[in-house]
Nanobody
Framework: QVQLVESGGGSVQAGGSLRLSCAAS????????MGWYRQAPGEQRELVAS???????AYADSVKDRFDISRDGATNTVYLQMNSLKPEDTAVYYC?????????WGQGTQVIVSS
C-alpha cells in the first residue's frame, strides 16, 4: 500500500494562494492517475483535480483557471497550486492515487479561506 503524505495546508485570506504537496512512497508513474479531492463539513468528498500517467489533467469546474495540478517524478510528489482562493474552497484536501479500481488516500490537510 502506497503511503501518501500531504502538506501545505493552512489559513489564508480570500484572494490568496497556497500550494499543497503530496509525497508518495512509490513511483508515481506506477499509478493510473493521481489527484486531489476535498471534503467540506457536511459535504461529500469531491474531485478537485487529477493528472493521469500520460500527464493529462482535469479540473472541477469550480476551480478551473484558479488551480493547477503538477508532478515531479524525481521526488514522487504531486502538487496543487491554488490561486485566487475563495471561502468556498475551505475544506480538508486529500491526495489520491489510483491503480485500476484500487484507491489510496493520504491523511488530508486542512485549508481555511477567510473572507
Amino acid at each position: 500500500q502506497v503511503q501518501l503524505v500531504e502538506s501545505g495546508g493552512g489559513s489564508v485570506q480570500a484572494g490568496g494562494s497556497l500550494r499543497l504537496s503530496c509525497a508518495a512512497s512509490e513511483n508515481i508513474f506506477m499509478f493510473n492517475a493521481m489527484g486531489w479531492y476535498r471534503q467540506a463539513p457536511g459535504e461529500q468528498r469531491e474531485l478537485v483535480a487529477s493528472i493521469n500517467v500520460g500527464g493529462k489533467t482535469a479540473y472541477a469546474d469550480s476551480v478551473k483557471d484558479r488551480f493547477d495540478i503538477s508532478r515531479d517524478g524525481a521526488t514522487n510528489t504531486v502538487y496543487l497550486q491554488m490561486n485566487s482562493l475563495k471561502p468556498e474552497d475551505t475544506a480538508v484536501y486529500y491526495c489520491n492515487a489510483r491503480v485500476l479500481n484500487r484507491n489510496s488516500w493520504g491523511q488530508g490537510t486542512q485549508v481555511i479561506v477567510s473572507s
